[in-house]
């Protein structure tokens, strides 16, 4: 059965999209714990993050760096903190979290309601920055 990431890669579930190329896709978190939370995931379904072959690997991190940098130029934070859970979803994916102490990325913590309309606007304003 496809995860949910595979149907959101497949368009059968709609996503806010920040930055998506041939093999890699980032999209908005839709239980975030900051505005501009992102996931950034590889296209092909992998359930653990460390059965990526390594030149995957490598493209991943490569694409969520960029994809980081643009979180950072869009959102006002000290930095974008990164976790790689692997629980939650069975298809591999990173956590970009926009931070400004150590205990913003506690994903106990409640997550914040966003209407559509942020949710759009956030999106719109990282992906602008990720050319």
Do not use: W
């Not at 368009?11 to 505005?35: H, M, T």
């Not at 150590?102 to 913590?109: E, M, R």
């Amino acid at each position: 059965m496809a995860s949910i990431f595979s149907k959101i890669v497949s368009g059968d579930i709609p996503s806010y999209k920040v930055a998506e190329n041939d093999r890699f896709l980032a999209f908005l978190d839709i239980n975030p714990l900051a505005k501009g939370h992102t996931l950034v995931i590889p296209k092909k379904e992998t359930d653990y993050i460390f059965d990526l072959e390594d030149k995957e690997y490598q493209e991943l991190f490569l694409f969520a760096k960029k994809v980081a940098l643009a979180i950072d130029k869009t959102v006002q934070c000290e930095r974008v903190g990164i976790a790689v859970i692997g629980l939650e979803v069975a298809h591999a994916h990173i956590h970009l979290v926009p931070i400004n102490g150590i205990y913003d990325i506690d994903f106990s913590k409640p997550k914040l309601k966003l209407s559509q309309e942020e949710f759009k606007m956030i999106a719109d304003r990282i992906a602008s920055k990720t050319g």
